[in-house]
């Protein structure tokens, strides 16, 4: 069985053609219960399994560092520069 699995696109299994969703505007390909699709190069019909991975970066909202702020004034240390 040949590799297919590529973080780029779908690999056609007949003729190894890579269909980059953004190239080809195949946007099922971003849903995990992606599907069937038809090769753009050769035609024929293929199954495609998504595998998704998740990355997740937080960060503090303004309302959150306002907070913060008026705590640590609040504490006696310097919140925002004085000009
Ligand atoms: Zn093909």
Redesign the pocket.
Same mark, same amino acid.
């Given at each position: 069985m040949k590799d297919t699995m590529s973080g780029k696109g779908a690999i *056609?299994?007949? *003729?190894?053609?890579l269909h980059v969703p953004e190239d080809e505007e195949i946007w099922e390909l971003y849903d995990p219960d992606c599907c069937g699709l038809t *090769?753009?190069? *050769?035609?024929?019909e293929?199954e495609v399994n998504v595998i998704c991975s998740y990355t997740w970066v937080t960060e503090k909202t303004d309302e959150q560092e306002e907070i913060e702020m008026a705590r640590r004034t609040a504490a006696g240390m310097p919140g925002r520069m004085v000009q």
């Open positions: *056609c299994p007949y *003729c190894d053609h *090769c753009t190069s *050769c035609g024929e293929f």
